[in-house]
């Protein structure tokens, strides 16, 4: 799935899209368009997520306007029925605290994450994806990862620099399981959540 960022392009005829106005890419000059934007793609079938979006405690958007735009982005995944795809950074537990105060039906996925505590993620209903800190030798993802329900995972590069073919052989390595039962665990976990 790829990730767009306002403003959008046509989306092409092939693939599926996440949409979505990161924090990085808040502004209160835009951000009405940008909402505007986002909400006459958001009911596009190649649209299958709305995000990333969400919460950062380092980035330099204003945390009131990165608030503004994260509920109304609750609202739209709720009003199409679309799966949210957060991006957060030291603010997980704001996170879980927005969804719920803003009634958040959806599944929801937190991407990239490597940090202590991952664990509450997963065990308040919320899928986590795994990417590149898979590889950091005793990292927090890394140790969560081990232990995580096969329910509740997804797996991603973040464009980095490696491939999702060596995030899945990781995936393998660290769970003791075969490629393909790494492949099906996450097919089933697709199609728990995203509708085609």
């Known amino acids: 799935m790829q990730n767009a960022q306002p403003p959008f392009v046509e989306l092409s ?3 599926w899209y996440s949409l979505g106005i990161h ?22 079938k190649k649209v299958l997520a709305i995000g990333e979006c969400g919460l950062d405690r380092v980035c330099n958007t204003e ?3 990165q608030l503004k735009a994260f509920q109304m982005q609750i609202a739209l995944s709720n009003e199409v029925k679309k799966p949210l795809i957060i991006h957060a950074v030291r603010a997980h537990q704001d996170v879980l605290q927005w969804l719920r105060k803003y009634h958040h039906q ?6 990239g994450v490597n940090h202590k505590g991952i664990e509450t993620l997963w065990q308040a209903g919320q899928f986590v994806s795994f990417g590149k800190a898979l590889f950091l030798e005793n990292s927090p993802a890394q140790k969560a990862f081990c232990h995580i329900p096969e329910d509740s995972y997804f797996l991603e590069t973040d464009d980095a620099d490696i491939s999702i073919e060596s995030v899945y052989l990781m995936a393998a390595k ?3 399981q075969s490629l393909e039962q790494i492949k099906n665990t996450i097919e089933k976990n ?7």
């Open 190 to 196: 697709f199609f728990s959540i995203f509708t085609l």
């Open 174 to 176: 660290l769970r003791c």
């Open 23 to 44: 924090p990085w890419q808040v502004s209160a000059d835009t951000l009405t368009d940008q909402m505007n934007d986002l909400k006459k793609s958001a009911f596009d």
């Open 106 to 111: 959806q599944p929801v996925i937190f991407h």
């Open 13 to 15: 005829s092939s693939g």
């Open 63 to 65: 945390w009131s306007l």
